[in-house]
């Protein structure tokens, strides 16, 4: 993804945000991170890139993806981030966001399970990990359910974040998923 393409749109103006998307696999996260990089210039990462970048499949290239991932997370710069929202690291994303010392916007994206499953299945990406993943048709459900666990416990509750939750239905386009959230996130800047 190229942040400092922006021949289709001009640039939100907006202050500085972090933007974390969260969301189980194919529910549409780097697609809405790409409009929101190339609408903001922002710089985008996630734990996926970081992974590529950084991690070479073992343990410790695990722990190097995450500590650049997590890194990024506490910079005091604007930024749309991606990772799952669930699993052991919630804890360590939210403390280094909270760091940062700019407004933080976690946005989780839902879609139908059938819909993720659909879209996981058709990726192309080999992304480095020291884990195999079980087969998508359990592992979508298993990652939202987590998400959800963290979303009750954290990413909700943390007054320093606006959280939102947005549910949309599979035919919903991804025009209007990102209208969506710009709309929501000029509302918010409005308001600080």
């Not at 903001?40 to 992974?51: L, M, Q, V």
């Not at 506490?74 to 991606?82: F, K, M, Q, V």
């Amino acid at each position: 993804m190229d942040p400092l393409d922006f021949s289709n749109m001009k640039r939100l103006a907006i202050s500085p945000w972090k933007i974390l998307l969260i969301g189980t696999l194919g529910s549409g996260k780097t697609t809405l991170a790409e409009l929101l990089v190339r609408d903001t210039g922002f710089p985008y990462a996630s734990i996926d890139e970081c992974r590529i970048r950084y991690g070479d499949g073992t343990i410790s290239g695990e722990d190097c993806a995450w500590d650049h991932f997590l890194e990024i997370c506490g910079s005091s710069t604007p930024a749309i981030l991606e990772f799952s929202g669930g699993g052991i690291h919630v804890d360590e994303v939210r403390k280094n966001l909270l760091c940062s010392t700019i407004p933080v916007w976690v946005i989780w994206l839902v879609l139908p399970m059938d819909t993720c499953i659909t879209r996981a299945l058709q990726r192309q990406k080999n992304i480095p990990a020291p884990f195999p993943w079980g087969p998508i048709e359990y592992s979508v459900p298993a990652i939202h359910d987590s998400i959800g666990c963290a979303w009750d416990s954290v990413w909700s509750r943390e007054p320093g974040f606006h959280a939102t939750r947005q549910e949309s239905r599979s035919t919903t386009s991804v025009g209007d998923r990102y209208s969506v959230i710009t709309r929501d996130l000029l509302a918010r800047i409005r308001e600080t």
